[in-house]
């Protein structure tokens, strides 16, 4: 009913950028909540930001004042603007979506940050 789909991951150096996006299609609500998480090797999955569909933002205090959510409703579609990237940001990075009374999650891309 609801299909995420993640893209921009890649290599990238230490101290660069990427965007990631989620295109999510299917039956929305109006409300709904759009996470993003990451599972780095070795370790559980964690939270990296949070985005409302009104605009509410959460960042995980790893990537505060490095990393930007945002979201364009009308496309259904969410970014996850990365800069200042740091080898511990590699992991694969998944988004979520929380509507119509269930979670949704996409199958994930691999940002690796390495010289």
């Known amino acids: 009913q609801v299909q995420l789909v993640e893209s921009g991951g890649g290599l990238v150096q230490p101290g660069g950028s990427l965007r990631l996006s989620c295109a999510a299609s299917g039956d929305i609500s109006s409300f709904s909540v759009m996470g993003w998480y990451r599972q780095a090797p070795g370790k559980q999955r964690a939270l990296v930001a949070r985005?409302?569909?009104?605009?509410?933002?959460t960042y995980a205090d790893s990537v505060k004042g490095r990393f930007t959510v945002s979201r364009d409703n009308a496309k259904n579609t969410g970014f996850l603007q990365m800069n200042s990237l740091k080898p511990e940001d590699t992991a694969i990075y998944y988004c979520n979506l929380y509507t119509v009374g269930r979670l949704y999650w996409g199958q994930g891309t691999q940002v690796t940050v390495s010289s």
């Open positions: 985005i409302s569909s009104g605009g509410n933002t």
